[in-house]
């Protein structure tokens, strides 16, 4: 049997079951949400809602993702080019916002959400 890829997709998976939990957990939430959210996106070929969890800093109304292992990763591509809105899991509820993903010329991927509005 062959390996596919840097993970098999149930390891994912349960990864980002595992981490959704401690996001929402009474004892870690508080801390864990600090430092890791949701993002929430329309697939742009698929056109199904799709959330996964990622690390991020915010300053004010800008919220900077950045990818770990970009190539073993593609969520990030549907905000390559002009970018997408998404939904990220902040301040306790959904904050909307546009992102933009630029890749540099070391292959280090940024996604950078704008987000819209006041919480």
């Not at 890829?5 to 801390?31: D, E, H, I, M, Y």
């Not at 890791?36 to 698929?46: A, F, K």
Request: glycine residues 12%.
């Amino acid at each position: 049997m062959g390996y596919r890829g840097p993970f098999p997709k149930n390891a994912v998976n349960r990864f980002n079951t595992c981490v959704g939990t401690l996001r929402t957990s009474p004892r870690w939430g508080q801390l864990v949400r600090r430092h890791l959210t949701q993002v929430t996106y329309t697939g742009r070929r698929s056109g199904h809602t799709i959330s996964t969890p990622v690390g991020y800093r915010r300053a004010g109304d800008v919220v900077t993702i950045r990818v770990m292992m970009p190539d073993a990763k593609s969520w990030w591509r549907n905000f390559t080019g002009d970018g997408a809105p998404l939904t990220l899991a902040l301040d306790d509820t959904g904050r909307t916002g546009h992102a933009v993903a630029r890749r540099d010329e070391k292959g280090r991927v940024t996604v950078t959400v704008r987000l819209d509005g006041e919480a």
